[in-house]
């Protein structure tokens, strides 16, 4: 959520063939991230709880998902999910092939990059209920789930980053 | 002339292997102890007690009864063991087992055992002593491939997502891991509870050998019919069995007779 365009932004879903361990989320974004023109960032995947969910084990933490973090930019985000899509605001369509390249230099198996519409446009219930009626920053609409915490599961990352 | 059973229709390498896994025909591929079996499980520490739910059967003094005298006891029957169980999640990208062949390698091949059939995992219930025994041939059998199929008791998921990026089923409770040798270790029982040491599972299979031994009809290696964007499809023997069954059971109710 860093750069000011004044060109029609697009989105595009980027799909690998597998789930990525964490390092090779964090290279890949990094890679996005110094492209420039991003304006939004999501990624989503399968939950890693903290602790065991179910059973005779509940409560056991699991260490192998402690201290996950994704930085980027100035910001660090504790990473919660297996990265299995990553859905993306361009400020352009010409930064698509910039994306595409990343995915090359950084992913070991193949991938999909799709452009269609990803995040809503209009609240919907869940976000009134969330925020209210009035959405201040309309760009948090479809970036987090209704159920995140938006000081543990968002970052806003400075102007400065990107486009370097 | 005896009667032999076919088990299952269709030539492809998926019906075959289908076969071999009702008829319990099934090649050995791995060697785990039975304490590294018992560890995974996670019901009892290896080499203590069976707890028993009753006395043995001989010191029970059975009523007279001509089923029983018939039918002879499974050892865990006979001593009076608990009822236990061991649940396996199989990946959908080529896994040797899927649920539905697993229980019908249950209900055949293993006696005095509750085979349940799930959309992603089975599970099978017997009485303590016999369950281990039947885990262990499913574990060192190519039933098991240890990257695509892991025994977890409870929080599944995994059967239809996508592979982690070294080629293990992806686990939310961080069950299994690659070792740098190759082989998969259980680090956790299969209720998640961490083990006081690593058990080694074996070596993973390659693409092509899961694609041989798998029991899973996909598109992108033996699917039912050829290429789904084939002008023509030759359907496989299975399929058409399986058309023809449901033909007769959604007409006149399934009663083969």
């Known amino acids: 959520m860093v750069t000011k365009s004044d060109t029609e932004p697009v989105q595009v879903e980027i799909f690998p063939q597998r789930f990525l361990k964490p390092a090779t989320a964090q290279r890949l974004l990094e890679e996005i991230y110094k492209s420039g023109g991003i304006l939004r960032i999501m990624v989503q995947g399968p939950n890693l709880p903290r602790a065991v969910p179910y059973g005779p084990g509940k409560g056991i933490p699991i260490e192998e998902h402690m201290n996950m973090l994704l930085e980027l930019g100035d910001q660090a985000l504790e990473l919660r999910v297996k990265v299995g899509r990553i859905w993306l605001e361009l400020d352009n369509e010409e930064r698509i092939e910039e994306v595409k390249a990343a995915c090359e230099r950084v992913l070991p198996y193949t991938f999909s990059i799709k452009r269609k519409q990803l995040f809503h446009t209009k609240p919907t219930v869940s976000d009134y209920a969330k925020y209210g009626s009035e959405v201040e920053d309309k760009r948090i609409l479809g970036l987090v789930d209704p159920k995140a915490k938006r000081e543990r599961d968002l970052a806003i990352l400075s102007d400065t980053g990107g486009d370097a | ?257």
């Open chain 2, 1 to 257: 002339m005896a009667y032999k059973p076919q088990y299952y229709p269709g030539t492809t390498s998926v019906g075959v292997n289908r076969r071999k896994h009702m008829s319990g025909d099934l090649e050995k591929l791995r060697d785990l102890s039975d304490a590294d079996v018992v560890t995974i499980m996670g019901h009892r520490a290896p080499g203590s007690d069976y707890p028993s739910t009753h006395p043995p059967l001989a010191e029970m003094g059975e009523p007279d009864c001509p089923i029983r005298q018939l039918v002879t006891p499974t050892p865990g029957a006979a001593a009076g063991d608990r009822i236990r169980y061991s649940q396996f999640a199989d990946s959908m990208y080529n896994a040797p087992a899927i649920p539905y062949f697993r229980s019908y390698w249950g209900a055949i091949n293993c006696r005095g055992c509750d085979p349940g059939t799930l959309s992603g995992r089975q599970i099978i219930e017997a009485r303590e002593r016999d369950i281990e025994q039947y885990t262990k041939v499913q574990m060192d059998s190519e039933m098991t491939d240890p990257a695509l199929a892991t025994m977890r008791g409870c929080t599944v998921h995994g059967h239809s997502l996508r592979l982690d990026e070294d080629g293990m089923m992806f686990d939310m409770l961080a069950r299994t891991e690659l070792g740098s040798d190759g082989n998969v270790y259980y680090v956790k029982d299969q209720v998640g509870i961490p083990l006081d040491r690593k058990v080694n599972a074996g070596k993973p299979m390659s693409d092509a050998e899961t694609k041989k031994r798998t029991t899973i009809f996909r598109c992108d290696n033996i699917s039912f019919g050829g290429p789904c964007t084939a002008e023509k499809r030759t359907l496989d023997e299975g399929l058409i069995t399986l058309h023809h069954m449901w033909e007769r059971r959604s007409k006149w109710g399934f009663r083969p007779e």
